[in-house]
């Protein structure tokens, strides 16, 4: 069974950058499509990135694209989301989440089958 441990949230201010990791225990993780959700208060959960098993495929919600790159290093386990530029509507909680596919980028939680305990990210205006 996969385990996922998000870090590397904090508080920023507009404008600023974050880089979250997702580092994951098993083998199977680098074989899988790897996902970044965030929630944020009073609302669903939403898609925001994904990244094919090697890497050469990634996908963005409409909000993200430009500002936001998922990457990822296998051989440490670990998928990273870089996020410069951030609004305080990027204020969530988010979690990275291991798909069951390896190169669907789905962007349905169902296709997602473990999760971290997620990291929260505050940007203040």
């Known amino acids: 069974q996969v385990q996922l441990v998000e870090s590397g949230g904090g508080l920023v201010q507009a404008g600023g950058s974050l880089r979250l990791s997702c580092a994951a225990s098993?083998?199977?993780?680098?074989?899988?499509?790897v996902g970044w959700f965030r929630q944020a208060p009073g609302k669903e959960r939403e898609f925001v990135a994904a990244i094919t098993r090697n890497g050469d495929s990634t996908r963005y919600v409409d909000l993200v694209k430009g500002r936001f790159t998922i990457s990822r290093d296998n051989a440490k386990n670990t998928v990273y989301l870089q996020m410069n530029s951030l609004k305080p509507e990027d204020t969530a909680v988010y979690y990275c989440?291991?798909?069951?596919?390896?190169?669907?980028?789905?962007?349905?939680?169902?296709?997602?089958?473990?999760w971290g305990q997620g990291t929260q990210v505050t940007v203040s205006s």
């Open positions: 989440a291991k798909g069951t596919y390896y190169y669907n980028l789905a962007t349905d939680m169902r296709e997602y089958d473990a």
């Open positions: 098993g083998r199977t993780f680098s074989a899988y499509v």
